[in-house]
């Protein structure tokens, strides 16, 4: 595994008074994240990592079971059983999403999963520490990061919000018609009409520039017409499953922790001698979130 592709910056939530431009000193985002102390770091856990196979690489996904805790056991329960060994991704459509799974009358083997699931569209707004962003968004009263996920909640209800490289279990008209077993991930503008609509399920955490890059379908909605035009997968698996050997030691930054306040500050407001006109605000999308290997 390249490290390069193990440094993916990804959008999430948190909020604080803005301090003075004149008052804070310019400090690039490499620079931050160099000088981070190890305790703003989480280790990212295997059992909600997958690991996927794709003939070009490696791409990992994190799950999300604080917000869709159903979901992420039955996707677990789905790689155990090797449902996904073999589908292939079916659709590509630019500037939306990229999906994968197997075809209607694909008969796999489930194993301990469920065929279908109600919906994990929100939840509780009690119980959830969200780091806030102060500026206002179109689609929710509040939004900000949840344990390191882009989130957005009102009126005693919280959900993840449909960033780039966010992960969605696919469904059919009913909110109980899907399983995981269907999934797709963002890759362009961030559809947030989205949200509260289909039950997101993780982020990527590597190897988003293999799934990103993948051919346009000409089907409608981005599905491939010609069978030729997909790309296997070979593999889905869980990450504490993998021999030691294979695991990747991912950390992902706190999204509680003062570097990430300093990293949403340095991304709100670019003081860097290319920008003209710093906008002093920030989308919720806009956020990064740094994943790197942890120091051995």
Request: include cysteine; charged fraction near 25%.
């Amino acid at each position: 595994m390249h490290s390069k592709s193990v440094i993916a910056a990804l959008s999430f939530f948190v909020a604080l008074t803005a301090p003075s431009l004149a008052q804070t000193p310019v400090r690039a985002l490499a620079e931050i994240l160099e000088q981070s102390p190890a305790s703003d770091w989480r280790s990212v856990e295997q059992e909600n990592l997958l690991y996927m196979e794709l003939p070009a690489g490696r791409v990992i996904i994190e799950l999300a079971p604080d917000y869709a805790p159903r979901h992420a056991e039955n996707i677990r329960a789905l790689s155990r059983a090797n449902y996904f060994n073999g589908s292939a991704i079916v659709r590509s459509q630019d500037n939306y999403v990229v999906q994968w799974g197997r075809d209607e009358g694909d008969a796999a083997a489930l194993g301990e999963a469920h065929p279908t699931l109600q919906g994990e569209f929100d939840r509780p707004r009690a119980g959830v520490r969200i780091t806030r962003l102060r500026d206002r968004d179109t689609y929710a009263r509040e939004v900000g990061f949840a344990n390191g996920f882009p989130a957005a909640g009102e009126h005693g209800r919280t959900w993840l919000a449909h960033c780039y490289g966010m992960v969605g279990a696919g469904r059919g008209d009913t909110p109980d018609s899907g399983n995981g077993g269907e999934l797709y991930v963002v890759i362009g503008h961030a559809p947030r009409h989205l949200d509260r609509n289909v039950t997101l399920v993780g982020r990527v955490l590597v190897g988003m520039e293999l799934l990103s890059i993948m051919p346009r379908g000409t089907g409608a909605l981005g599905f491939y017409e010609d069978a030729a035009q997909r790309t296997a997968i070979r593999s889905i698996r869980i990450g504490s499953d993998l021999p030691a050997s294979e695991q990747l030691p991912l950390e992902a930054l706190r999204t509680d922790s003062a570097t990430f306040l300093d990293v949403v500050e340095s991304r709100r407001t670019r003081r860097e001698s290319w920008f003209l006109q710093p906008t002093g605000r920030i989308n919720l999308c806009n956020v990064p979130l740094p994943v790197r290997l942890r120091a051995s």
